[in-house]
């Protein structure tokens, strides 16, 4: 319902902005004024991109499969959205119900077994350890040493945006050995958290 000011807010395609309302219905005798907007495609699509926005892409599938050397049904890293080099990287894996796990686990209640949550983890972590910045390259592999303080906090499902953060704690360029922290958020909830230690194939 209006006031007697005769304003409203308007949704522009760029900012909002009060406008003089030129829209208004008189009720018998009342001085009220009644005001129906209509919102346009443009409006929503605005709205949807300010409510929902896009995860920015640091590097791509395309980008990741040349790091990473794993391929479907296990290469379970979708995109990078951040990264510092030879310290951290934050990754996404959309978890969908065409994932190949679910028909097992379980077909009454799709869950994403918390193993594979390790894996996507772990992954991210291989790409921060085979950057040149880390002492690594792609032509070098890192595979698990040990996990520790591994806790599930909350389940993953079909649906869900699993964002993971990788941080390196500590390398020892020496043995080839690195203890790296992981976390791993769905909708700003942690979800798994553990330590890890990777190790160089080159030193293994």
Known sequence: ???ASNSVLFLGSDSLSHHHNPLRTHLSSSRSHSVSLIPTKQSISLSLQLEFPA???VMDINQ???ILPHRFPFLLVDRVIEYTPGVSAVAIKNVT???NFF???FPDRPIMP????IEAM???GGIVMLQPEAGGSQDNNFFFAGIDKVRFRKPVIAGDTLVMRMTLV???KRFGLAKMEGKAYVGGSLVCEGEFMMVSAASS
């Open 64 to 66: 990741i499969r040349e």
């Open 170 to 172: 500590k390398f020892q």
């Open 103 to 105: 028909p097992g686990h």
């Open 114 to 117: 918390g193993v594979l949550m």
């Open 55 to 57: 995860f920015p892409t």
């Open 1 to 3: 319902m209006a006031t």
């Open 97 to 99: 119900i065409n994932d």
């Open 122 to 124: 772990a992954q991210v």
